[in-house]
């Protein structure tokens, strides 16, 4: 299947600080990619969907401001948490739609932000 | 409103038992429909997917899973598990050819010796 390459995998941070998460798709080109976050023993939670040259779509009762979106080129977009603080800290995961076979999804191996 | 359905938080299963992991879906029309597996600390995989067609699809790892349009469920099972299958499983549905994935609350899967 597709590959999409997250990073980093882990991140410690102090509060205050911002994070970069990027996300690649390494073998097709992504017009868009989802971000989403996990919270110990539970499912995925949608946070936005960025499009390239146009601006992200946040799920309701996301900030935007705190959760920055950028879709740079086709194949990379990526999630800045600004301003971190401890209720920050989660598994953020990317994926994107292959649109040749039916915009499957495939997903990054995942972000886990710790902000101290 | 849309909703996917994941009855069984937690299964554990002996090695060698098969192993089955229900997931319903609601809405009228059939969405496409996705199995993704996900290790500790790990992204998803996907297992296998329904579109249309054969309502027995194969998946990787030894997976199938079927499609019973009215029970509007997908069925995931696999004959005989591994120790290597102990992870969280998730049903996940489309309801367009495009857009968002919405996924079940995933269901743990344990094997013992």
């Known amino acids: 299947g597709a590959v999409v390459s997250q990073h980093p995998s882990r991140v410690i941070c102090k509060s205050g600080t911002s994070v970069k998460i990027e996300c690649r798709s390494l073998d097709f080109q992504a017009t868009t990619m989802f971000w989403y976050r996990q919270f110990p023993k539970q499912s995925l939670m949608l946070m936005a969907t960025s499009n390239e040259g146009s601006k992200a779509t946040y799920e309701q009762g996301v900030e935007k401001d705190k959760f920055l979106i950028n879709h740079a080129s086709l194949t990379l977009s990526t999630l800045t948490v600004t301003s971190a603080h401890p209720e920050d800290s989660s598994f953020y995961i990317c994926s994107a739609p292959q649109k040749d076979i039916k915009n499957i999804q495939y997903f990054g191996a995942g972000t886990r932000l710790s902000v101290l | 409103a849309q909703s996917v359905t994941q009855p069984d938080i937690h299964i554990t299963v002996s090695e060698g038992a098969s192993l089955e992991l229900r997931c319903n879906y609601s809405?009228?029309?059939?969405?496409?429909l996705f199995w993704y597996v996900q290790s500790p600390g790990q992204g998803l995989q996907l297992l296998l997917k329904y579109f249309s067609g054969d309502t027995l699809v194969q998946g990787i790892k030894g997976f199938e899973a079927e499609f019973k349009r009215s029970q509007s469920s997908f069925n995931l099972r696999k004959p005989s598990v591994h120790w290597s299958d102990a992870a969280e499983y998730f049903c996940a549905v489309r309801w367009a050819s495009w857009g968002k994935l919405q996924f079940g609350a995933g269901t743990q899967v344990v094997v013992t010796p």
């Open positions: 809405y009228g029309a059939t969405p496409y």
